[in-house]
């Protein structure tokens, strides 16, 4: 148990500041490239100290859409090619084989 109350205080109003500010971190790509791993390292804290993971988790996957396309594609991930697929299926059309 966290006896500093000032430093409970100062960390719940930091991570307040920093989930409102990302929204606007989103102009700058450097800043927003940045803080990304923060806030997801924040979110892994919350899911460890505070015993929620189900939460954090949720969140840690809603801030990797903002990761940026290169890094996607360096873990491997099919960035280009699957919204253009799934598009297609909606359509009913078929995609074509790459």
Same mark, same amino acid.
């Given at each position: 148990?966290?006896?500093?109350?000032?430093?409970?205080?100062?960390?719940?109003?930091?991570? +307040?500041?920093?989930? +409102? /500010?990302? %929204?606007?971190?989103?102009?700058?790509? =450097? +800043?927003?490239?940045? #803080?990304?791993? +923060?806030?997801?390292? *924040?979110?892994?804290?919350? /899911?460890?100290?505070?015993?929620?993971?189900?939460?954090?988790?949720?969140?840690?996957?809603?801030?990797? &859409?903002? #990761? %940026?396309?290169?890094? #996607? !594609?360096?873990?491997?991930?099919? &960035?280009?090619?699957? /919204?253009? !697929?799934?598009? *297609? !299926?909606? !359509?009913? =059309?078929? %995609?074509? *084989?790459?």
């Amino acid at each position: 148990m966290v006896r500093s109350a000032v430093l409970v205080t100062a960390i719940t109003y930091g991570t +307040v500041i920093l989930q +409102v /500010a990302f %929204p606007l971190t989103l102009l700058n790509r =450097r +800043v927003k490239n940045v #803080l990304l791993p +923060v806030l997801m390292a *924040e979110h892994a804290s919350i /899911a460890l100290l505070c015993g929620l993971p189900f939460f954090s988790m949720a969140i840690i996957f809603a801030d990797a &859409v903002f #990761l %940026p396309t290169s890094f #996607l !594609r360096w873990l491997g991930y099919p &960035v280009s090619g699957t /919204a253009h !697929r799934l598009a *297609e !299926r909606v !359509r009913g =059309r078929r %995609p074509a *084989e790459s």
